[in-house]
Antibody
Framework: EVHLVESGGGLVQPGRSLRVSCAAS????????MHWVRKAPGKGLEWVSG????????VYADSVKGRFTISRDNAGNSLYLQMNSLRPEDTALYFC????????????????WGQGTLVTVSS | QSVLTQPPSVSGAPGQRVTISCTGS?????????VHWYQHLPGTAPKLLIY???NRPSGVPDRFSASRSGTSASLAITGLQAEDEADYYC???????????FGGGTQLTVL
């Protein structure tokens, strides 16, 4: 059974940094692309970033480009999102999500999601 | 403002049929990229409902179906049940953004 467990969320001041993590199990992690998707209070789902199975391709939403960095540790079955220069509008529940295939640009859909970790950016 | 446009809300009585539209553009749905649909109940993990325009993962009832045409797609739910009350999102890929895009979400209310 696929499990995705996010951690690392919390309250952080504007301009500071935070790294959220995702521990994956129940599937061959290094065979699949992975995503971060967020949901701000009162808003819909927003795709944040995606990374291919071999880390060759990483793409970011315009709203986080230059501030966030996605990475993965295939040996440790983990996905990460380093968030720098955080803004109040980054406040959201951050979901780790598994792609159906090895490349997210093949657009095959996201088949499993974690429960999310809450990031609150406020002074 | 989302790249894919969905109605904010739809509603229907138990047993009825409802549809949710998803309108994109020539750089996403209109370019031939597949559309996927997700169901999300607040406080839970989103669930893949439809992938590749009209394919259901195992366990998703055949009351859920979808289609794509031109720059739009739609999700249909027949035999509406109280448990279907949730938020529904369409998702595709956008070539100008080189990334995934979601619709703004549609809140389904079962009357």
């Amino acid at each position: 059974e696929v499990h995705l467990v996010e951690s690392g969320g919390g309250l952080v001041q504007p301009g500071r940094s935070l790294r959220v993590s995702c521990a994956a199990s129940g599937f061959i992690f290094n065979d699949y692309a992975m995503h971060w998707v967020r949901k701000a209070p009162g808003k819909g789902l927003e795709w944040v970033s995606g990374i291919d199975w071999n880390r060759a391709t990483k793409v970011y939403a315009d709203s986080v480009k230059g501030r966030f960095t996605i990475s993965r540790d295939n040996a440790g079955n983990s996905l990460y999102l380093q968030m720098n220069s955080l803004r109040p509008e980054d406040t959201a529940l951050y979901f780790c999500a598994k792609d159906r295939t090895h490349s997210f640009s093949s657009n095959d859909g996201i088949d499993f999601w974690g429960q999310g970790t809450l990031v609150t950016v406020s002074s | 403002q989302s790249v894919l446009t969905q109605p904010p809300s739809v509603s229907g009585a138990p047993g009825q049929r409802v549809t949710i539209s998803c309108t994109g553009s020539s750089s996403n749905i209109g370019a031939g990229y597949d559309v996927h649909w997700y169901q999300h109940l607040p406080g839970t993990a989103p669930k893949l409902l439809i992938y590749g325009n009209n394919n259901r993962p195992s366990g998703v009832p055949d009351r859920f179906s979808a289609s794509r045409s031109g720059t739009s797609a739609s999700l249909a739910i027949t035999g509406l049940q109280a448990e279907d009350e949730a938020d529904y999102y369409c998702q595709s890929y956008d070539s100008s953004l080189s990334g995934c895009v979601f619709g703004g979400g549609t809140q389904l209310t079962v009357l």
